[in-house]
């Protein structure tokens, strides 16, 4: 089994553009549930150097669009082929608790996992984890990305 390679902040830093994990402990954070588009937000710092950006959606794009669907369709009585509904998402709750175990990882100086791109100086990031937790975010979508899914 090939196993993946977790790069450090200074070896993601020297590569100029990498996709994959760097694990590292965290010694700054910053994190915002309203801000940048009404879209929580969380920033942390790897090993004093590497800023690691986790967004989630914005709060007023949170509806899933289906096409096709024939028992949606009938129960509406619709010849539309297109029903939006609203789906409550947990990604602002998530991000409030990844943001407490970030708080405490840099209390205890315990390292952290993250998973991502880099470019342009800053690690953007999906996946958060901490000991056995691990949070995942959409990342950098715009809210017109992914309605033809």
């Given at each position: ?48 150097k590497l800023p ?65 791109e880099y470019k ?30």
């Amino acid at each position: 089994m090939e196993r993946l390679e977790k790069l450090t902040s200074e070896k993601v830093i020297r590569s100029k553009d990498y996709q994959g994990i760097v694990r590292g402990v965290p010694t700054g954070m910053y994190a915002d549930r309203e801000s940048y588009g009404n879209a929580p937000v969380l920033v942390l710092i790897l090993d004093e150097k590497l800023p690691c950006k986790f967004r989630a959606n914005p709060y007023s794009h949170r509806h899933i669009i289906m096409k096709n669907i024939d028992k949606t369709e009938k129960y509406l009585k619709s010849s539309s082929n297109l029903v939006v509904s609203f789906t409550p998402d947990d990604e602002n709750e998530n991000l409030a608790i990844a943001s407490a175990f970030v708080d405490q990882s840099i209390r205890t100086r315990t390292p952290v996992e993250v998973d991502g791109e880099y470019k342009a100086g800053i690690f953007y990031s999906k996946f958060l984890k901490i000991g056995v937790w691990g949070f995942g975010f959409p990342g950098y979508k715009m809210p017109f990305e992914g309605r033809s899914e």
